[in-house]
């Protein structure tokens, strides 16, 4: 009787299920789903094993190292000047960073003081490289959640930034800019009206950008408690950057340990409150308009005087002196063989990169090459929160996070 | 209270006392102290957990070779940051490269586990207690800790490249 009973229950499916000898009731089965190494929506090479509850992300395995380059050990048999197109080539994004803070690094080891019109071209280039690494990373953010236009939009103003660059260093994307000492030119006189001009179209650029996606209903329900990570956890996870400022701690390298004359300038450091994807995207937004007050400020007050530091032994001369001048080619000839032994000694310099603190610690032991170059980097060490920051979030949300944090694979596996 | 390298070293010498604590320097500005494997971990701790110190940010570590130094021939690297006071500090554990075995301090920070993972992937440090201590950038198959100063940057063992194609 109670059998029949329980049986005048059992729904069609369950019924279906008694018939074909199932279990009545359904375990729960995972999929596993391979997200990468190369998937359009990672922006990329990174893989990640998902074990996906339908929709839901119950757990995942990041494999990372898929463009490991080595640079470490290459850098331990290069001379200082050739360690440098290392650095562009780890946030490619924003190499110019990457290289005018390893300069700086070396300068720090060899006790060179950079006068103060190298130390503004250089905060002008790295904030920059800093407005062209957040447009990237905030416009992407937009693609993945659907809004294609305004990527095309300030993607044209990241061409504008790498005009500058071009007429600057003579290059776009891995920069190679700078020398240890400073600048190898001064700014031209084009240089200076690209940069002019920048700084009166951008601004009605970034705004309009702005306008698109800050009070975007949908943006805002796709990113909102997205992704989200407490002030402990990213500590604990060593965030830095713009990723450990959303979730309102206020730890900025340029203003805690200035460097190159930061502290010469007036600017506000962004903080967000809930660590989500849409925190991570307005502080990247206010970010940007924050190196424009700075890029204005030293282009405005930039200060006569040499672009490079007085350090013969490390600086290349200019060329027309190594053709007439016995001590020029001499210095032109040991430095561009690497045969300067640097003074030992052991440093450790960070700049503010564009995903956070890009630090380099170097150790020298009195040769020609480093005999150890580690690079703190910030992608290598946040990456490692991606799998607790998506867990029992959807699919699609774990591609929206991992935009926002905006890991470079280029910085990740170094 | 104002964090300078003289009382920093003051409370961690009468904490753990000069026998674990030995070889302060400061070769730029950073105050760099080694220690052994023993006191590691509850260094790394009392640094975080101190009200007075409150060194509580893990930067950085990192992994060095001095060959040929017997007892000091690895080092391990760390590198702590007071987001609070803005004071940075160096600690440096050294041990032979026949027994590179230390505690983890995963426990402590989340962000260890890779930094170890990838000390262990390029210098063969052995981390006990680590959840998962496997190679992080390299390939499994690897047979070696390539950053070892006794391998070479290119792989001469390599029999796939032919000569006159690098001009050799």
Redesign the interface.
Known sequence: MATENKTAKLTDLEQFRLDNGLALKEEPQLTTLNLGPTHPATHGIFQNILQMDGEKIVDAVPTIGYIHRAFEKIAERRPFYQITPLTDRMNYCSSPINNMGYHMTVEKLLGITVPKRAQYIRVIMMELARISDHLICNSILGVDSGAFTGFLYVMQEREHIYDIYEEVCGARLTTNMGRIGGMERDLSPKALHLIDEFLKRFPKVWAEFEKMLTRNRIFIDRTTDVGAISAERALSYGFTGPNLRATGVDYDVRVMNPYSSYEDFEFEIPVGSKGDTYDRFLVRNEEVWQSLKIIEQAYKNLPEGSYHADAPHYYLPPKQEVYRNMEALIYHFKIVMGEIDAPVGEVYHSVEGGNGELGFYLISDGGRTPYRLHFRRPCFIYYQAYTEMIKGGQLADAILTLSSLNVIAGELDA | MELTNENVLGKIISQFGEENIWDAYT??G?M?ITTNRETIHELIKYLRDDKELQI?????M?G?HYPGKGDKEMCM?Y?KHS?RH?Y?I?IKVFMPASDPVMPTVTDL???A???ER?AFD?YGFIFTGHPNLTR????EEMEYH??LKQYP?EDQTREDKINTYFGR
């Open positions: 070769p730029d950073i760099t509580s940010f893990l930067t950085t990192c060095i690297m590198q987001l803005n940075r160096r920070y989340a962000t586990n890779w930094m990838e390029f992080i950038l390299n390939i390539p950053m940057l």
